[in-house]
């Protein structure tokens, strides 16, 4: 390849020798194109020499030239890769409406950034570090792990230009985002962008919002090791919310996965991860299970499959055993998924799924320490139903505090095993797990009246809350609780009418409050969990007035 040099010396001695003979406006013309096709073919540079071209002109753009956010048509968006360090970076294949907060995400963690200019038409982006070392920090990075955006990755790489002026009236929000970044950061100031600026840890707090499929610690490592090195998990249950603390080898590693992954689903439209740096420098793991693994330490006995222990050995409090909201030991998902489609029942959301394999298995659940004079396939119907679409109840004939429930699914099935497993229904608490039956077999045609009646086909049913894709049902599951969501709730029936509506089943209320935005939902609160399953059991599809039947599902909220 010829230096820059000869490329000038040569053009400049053809184009003396042609301007010499050149006689005339059209012969003129003709010459100013045989200089731009000599460009061309002597800087052997291919197509994208064309960007350095007096026609392209982006890299004779001086910066005191430089487009604003709202003047974007002179500032080059397509410059060819560049290799020289720059302070100023060049963001491109962003996803479509990309905020210039997610923009500065991807570089609060290697300095302050000092000016952006968001190219939304283009889905590109152009952001100015305070110093260059932080930005060859941050491209050095993402060379390795390449960035993403809402699941989309994004190409990072140095900018020709060298400074980014900014129309401060026309590039508010993106200095606002700036602003909002570096309080949210801590401790951007004190660095003034040298360099790379420490995470306030390598430990993240995990919280999964929307739990409709189970997420076990091996869907957590397999979706988090992506950012870097896992070391260290533990996951436990608390304030009936599934949560986990997960340790990077190093905090950078925790800052990406955390600006990469916060308000991302597991899966689509549900299991929404929300996370944020712990205060634990690092994790106490004592045993490898089901609940907690070291990864440097395959050593580790596994212990009694307790999280409540191994967790307090690291926070120092007590957490509810497996129970109500936990997943039971029964429950085992292995590594090497295969990362696949999420099954069509189910709407791909606004913000991308990361598409984990959903767990496979059986759909039949066996239920047992039933109540045998108070249980019925109906009342097993409504309350598994809170989880899943049931599709077949049978109480066993011979063994009447036993049953077997049928869900759409497996993953269905997975979701109320989790949640009702240890919950207390009449008085009992009850066991559920897996059952070896694959299907819940319909009484022939000899079985008598009794039997007939203990086995119940609810296939056809119209109360299945999942049976449209897509539907809010999903974005509202939550373990059993002593706060009733109420909903489909007519304009003529009031406060009273519903209070006393639970009164005459027995329940007491104990606060009560209509949604302010829309009065055809409300929240009721009663003295215990126990109490509110058996008043969801006894009241979900109540006729209130002309065609309209109440709703009822648990809250995660209280009043």
């Known amino acids: ?80 890769a560049q290799y020289v360090p720059s302070p100023v970076l060049h963001l491109r294949q962003l996803p479509t409406d990309t905020s210039e907060q997610e923009v500065v995400d991807l570089a609060l963690p290697f300095g ?8 939304r038409t283009k889905n590109q982006a152009f952001l100015e570090m305070a110093s260059e070392e932080a930005a060859v920090t941050m491209v050095n990075y993402y060379a390795s792990a390449p960035p993403t955006i809402r699941n989309q990755p994004v190409f990072i790489q140095y900018s020709t230009h060298r400074e980014l002026k900014t129309d401060n009236l026309t590039n508010q929000r993106a200095l606002q985002a700036i602003s909002m970044a570096t309080v949210h950061s801590g401790n951007m100031g004190s660095s003034e962008g040298r360099g790379l600026i420490p995470a306030p840890s390598a430990v993240l707090r995990i919280i999964v919002e929307n739990l409709f499929y189970p997420v076990t610690l091996e869907v957590l490592q397999q979706i988090f090791s992506k950012f870097g ?138 239920v047992s320490n039933l109540d045998p004079e108070r249980v019925s396939p109906h009342c097993l119907f409504i309350l598994f139903g809170v989880y899943g679409d049931v599709q077949r109840v049978k109480i066993l004939f011979n063994k009447k505090e036993n049953a077997l429930v049928q869900m759409s699914d497996a993953t269905q099935a997975q979701l109320a095993m989790s949640h009702l497993n240890g919950q207390r229904l009449h008085g009992n608490v009850i066991r559920v797990t897996l059952s070896k039956h694959p299907v819940v ?46 909903s489909n709730i007519p304009s003529s029936v009031g406060e009273d009418s519903l ?39 006894a009241l979900h599809d109540q ?3 002309h065609n309209q039947h109440l709703r009822v599902s648990f809250s995660k909220s209280t009043i």
């Open 441 to 486: 077999q319909l009484p022939r045609g000899g079985a008598g009246p009794e039997e007939q009646t203990l086995t119940q086909d609810f296939s056809g049913s119209a109360l299945h809350r999942f049976k449209k894709p897509g539907s809010k049902n999903f974005n509202n599951i939550f373990p059993p609780s002593a706060t009733l969501h109420l």
């Open 1 to 80: 390849m010829l230096s820059s040099d000869v490329i000038n010396q040569e053009v400049s001695s053809r184009v003396s020798v042609a301007a010499a003979e050149a006689r005339g406006p059209k012969q003129l013309f003709f010459l100013f194109t045989i200089i731009i096709i000599l460009r061309l073919l002597l800087s052997d540079h291919g197509p994208e020499s064309t960007l350095r071209s007096p026609v392209g002109c982006c890299e004779n753009m001086s910066s005191a030239h430089l487009s604003t956010v709202d003047g974007t048509d002179r500032l080059c968006v397509s410059e060819r």
């Open 112 to 119: 302050r950034v000092s000016k952006l200019i968001t190219l």
């Open 543 to 545: 006729h209130l007035d």
């Open 229 to 366: 090195s896992v070391l260290k998990i533990i996951t436990f249950t608390r304030n009936n919310q599934f949560q986990a603390l997960l340790q990077f080898s190093d905090a950078v590693h925790a800052q990406h996965a955390k600006a990469s992954l916060d308000g991302q689903n597991i899966y689509n439209s549900c299991c929404t991860l929300r996370i944020d740096f712990s205060k634990l420098s690092a994790l106490n793991v004592k045993y490898n299970n089901d609940k907690s693994r070291d990864f440097t330490r395959a050593d580790l006995p596994s212990g009694e499959l307790d999280p409540a222990g191994a967790a307090a050995a690291t926070f120092g409090v007590a957490l509810p055993p497996y129970g109500a909201a936990a997943f039971p030991p029964s429950f085992h998902q292995h590594t090497g998924l295969p990362v696949t489609a999420v099954p069509g029942s189910l709407m791909s959301s606004p913000r991308m799924a990361l598409q984990v394999a959903p767990p496979a298995g059986h759909s039949v659940l066996l």
């Open 499 to 537: 209070k006393d509506l639970f009164s005459s089943r027995g329940f007491a209320v104990k606060a009560f409050k209509f949604f302010q935005k829309d009065r055809k939902m409300a929240l009721l609160q009663l003295g215990s969990v126990e109490e509110a399953v058996e008043a969801l059991i």
